[in-house]
């Protein structure tokens, strides 16, 4: 899997917008962005996921530039609850499901 | 999103003994999933895909006779750590894919593996 590039850590205020950094300049043509994040002591939440175009969910938004070699998670609001760890994460488009998890960001969220 | 299980979240077993760790997914079929291992302050690492009916597939240097993979139904995986040895202490997690929409990948909320 085509390897991203994160900072570790990451600190924001409550209710301030948040942008989450990723670069994965190796990227290939169909290879998906992934972001899921993790509390303590929890398995990993799936957050967002996307090809090409910028995606919005209820968690979050999807930035990607447009020559893929970047992405910004967008959490809008940022509260409490989303201090966790974020991962960045590319699979291939292919039959092979497997997520491979590098070190990801520690957000902290300072009340 | 879609809810997988595991049970236990929590287990202590004696060295040498064995103990299976289950993983459910309560609202989709899963025809393929995945077992992860966690150590603290570390992240996830893949142990082995798990595919419904077949053999599971381990990553390179996990012990295939030590980590017992089996999913014999699209609802229901398990790993069954075999001869428990203290350094099998860890937080081990699983994940399922779900077909539709986008073939996502759902976790688990983990399990807690103490060996004495």
């Known amino acids: ?111 | 999103g879609a809810v997988v299980s595991q049970h236990p979240s929590r287990v202590i077993c004696k060295s040498g003994t064995s103990v299976k760790i289950e993983c459910r997914s309560l609202d989709f079929q899963a025809t393929t999933m995945f077992w992860y291992r966690q150590f603290p302050k570390q992240s996830l690492m893949l142990m082995a895909t798990s595919n419904e009916g077949s053999k599971a597939t381990y990553e390179q240097g996990v012990e295939k006779d030590k980590f017992l993979i089996n999913h014999a139904s699209l609802t229901l995986s398990t790993l069954t750590v075999t001869s428990a040895h203290p350094e099998d202490s860890s937080f081990y997690i699983c994940s399922a894919r779900a077909g539709t929409p986008g073939n996502t990948i759902y976790f688990g909320e983990g399990s807690w593996l103490t060996v004495v």
């Open chain 1, 1 to 111: 899997d085509a390897k991203t590039t994160q900072p570790n850590s990451m600190e924001s205020n409550e209710e301030e917008p948040v942008h989450l950094p990723c670069n994965h300049s190796t990227i290939s043509g169909t290879d998906y962005i992934h972001w899921y994040r993790q509390l303590p002591s929890q398995g990993p939440e799936y957050v967002i996921h996307g090809l090409t175009s910028n995606v919005n969910n209820r968690m979050a938004s999807l930035a990607i530039a447009e020559d893929r070699k970047s992405s910004t998670l967008i959490l809008h609001r940022a509260t409490l609850r989303d201090a966790a760890v974020y991962y960045c994460i590319l699979r291939s488009g292919g039959s092979n499901y497997k997520l491979t998890f590098g070190k990801g960001t520690l957000l902290t969220v300072n009340p």
